[in-house]
T-cell receptor, first 113, second 113 residues
Framework: SAVISQKPSRDICQRGTSLTIQCQVD?????MFWYRQQPGQSLTLIAT?????????ESGFVIDKFPISRPNLTFSTLTVSNMSPEDSSIYLC??????????FGSGTRLTVV | AQKVTQAQTEISVVEKEDVTLDCVYE???????LFWYKQPPSGELVFLIR??????QNEISGRYSWNFQKSTSSFNFTITASQVVDSAVYFC??????????FGGGTRLMVKP
């Protein structure tokens, strides 16, 4: 199965700033997803990253706050914009080829101060 | 809509005890996949098993076993002779139409020496 490199692994950011998280897959995947995991909670899907077009966002998430790019089949970025302490979470990307299951990045642990 | 319920939020056992983690799911799709993931304190998601809706055979992998019962929409996970290294959060997840995963709330397992 694919291997996903996600960076940064962690960051501490000032409120009002933005952070871009990158995920690089070592092989082509059909679909890529971004998840948020708030402290002590489960994973919540933010959006499906679509290659070459706008991401598909889940209810409660908007493009202005979480812009996503996916320029090709192996790379995607998630930006957390205008951050507040409530954005402190683990952010994970995931990829699937639709056949062999899902691979996850190692996560980005974000703290907003 | 899909839903995954892990009723046990936290379980504490003593090493060498057997422990079962419950997972109940809801979906209207006839074809779907169920997964279990382990999330150790480091935060990454470790894939444990994938099961499709047409395969109700139970599976055993070392100390791990899974019991899939469509009649009760359950996919339970048993760890035999638990070890301290099994301490983690375990997530059950469902994939049906759309290819995205829906996660349960997770069960935190603490294995004490």
């Amino acid at each position: 199965s694919a291997v996903i490199s996600q960076k940064p692994s962690r960051d501490i950011c000032q409120r009002g700033t933005s952070l871009t998280i990158q995920c690089q897959v070592d092989s082509q995947v059909t679909m890529m997803f971004w998840y948020r995991q708030q402290p002590g909670q489960s994973l919540t899907l933010i959006a499906t990253a679509n290659q070459g077009s706008e991401a598909t966002y889940e209810s409660g998430f908007v493009i202005d706050k979480f812009p996503i790019s996916r320029p090709n089949l192996t790379f995607s970025t998630l930006t957390v914009s205008n951050m507040s302490p409530e954005d402190s979470s683990i952010y994970l990307c995931s990829g699937t080829d639709g056949i062999y299951g899902y691979t996850f990045g190692s996560g980005t642990r974000l703290t907003v101060v | 809509a899909q839903k995954v319920t892990q009723a046990q939020t936290e379980i504490s056992v003593v090493e060498k005890e057997d422990v079962t983690l419950d997972c109940v799911y809801e979906t209207r799709d006839t074809t779907y996949y169920l997964f279990w993931y382990k999330q150790p304190p480091s935060g990454e998601l470790v894939f444990l098993i994938r099961r499709n809706s047409f395969d109700e055979q139970n599976e055993i992998s070392g100390r791990y076993s899974w019991n899939f019962q469509k009649s009760t929409s359950s996919f339970n996970f048993t760890i035999t002779a638990s070890q301290v290294v099994d301490s983690a959060v375990y997530f059950c997840a469902l994939r049906s139409a759309g290819n995205m995963l829906t996660f349960g709330g997770g069960t935190r397992l603490m294995v004490k020496p």
